[in-house]
């Protein structure tokens, strides 16, 4: 079993920036790739952004490109998001998520991973 702990989040201003951090906590883990998903009340869950497990391979939604970075550290099974020149429609529930079992390959789509964490709350003020 795999349990997926994020932190970080909280409230910040426009133009701020905020980490939020996701560690899976596990006796073995491995994972083909891990991401990042947001909620806004009223709204469907969105792909934010994914990274493979050499960390070379990144992807975003094109809303975030340019300010926000995905990135993993295999040795702490930690995956963070570096998330820069907030706006207040970044406002959401985070969730990170794990891809164990290698699916059709759709990083985008929530199908693909069968860990979530609970989710932390990022606010940013206008």
């Known amino acids: 079993q795999v349990q997926l702990v994020e932190s970080g989040g909280g409230l910040v201003q426009t133009g701020g920036s905020l980490n939020v951090s996701c560690a899976a906590v596990?006796?073995?883990?491995?994972?083909?790739?891990m991401a990042w998903f947001r909620q806004s009340p009223g709204q469907e869950r969105e792909f934010v952004a994914s990274i493979d497990r050499s960390g070379i391979t990144a992807d975003y939604v094109d809303s975030v490109k340019g300010r926000f970075t995905i990135s993993t550290d295999n040795v702490k099974n930690t995956v963070h998001l570096q998330m820069n020149s907030l706006r207040p429609e970044d406002t959401a529930v985070y969730y990170c998520?794990?891809?164990?079992?290698?699916?059709?390959?759709?990083?985008?789509?929530?199908?693909?991973?069968?860990?979530w964490g609970q989710g932390t709350q990022v606010t940013v003020s206008s």
């Open positions: 596990a006796r073995t883990f491995f994972y083909y790739g």
């Open positions: 998520a794990a891809d164990t079992f290698y699916g059709s390959g759709n990083v985008r789509s929530e199908y693909e991973y069968q860990y």
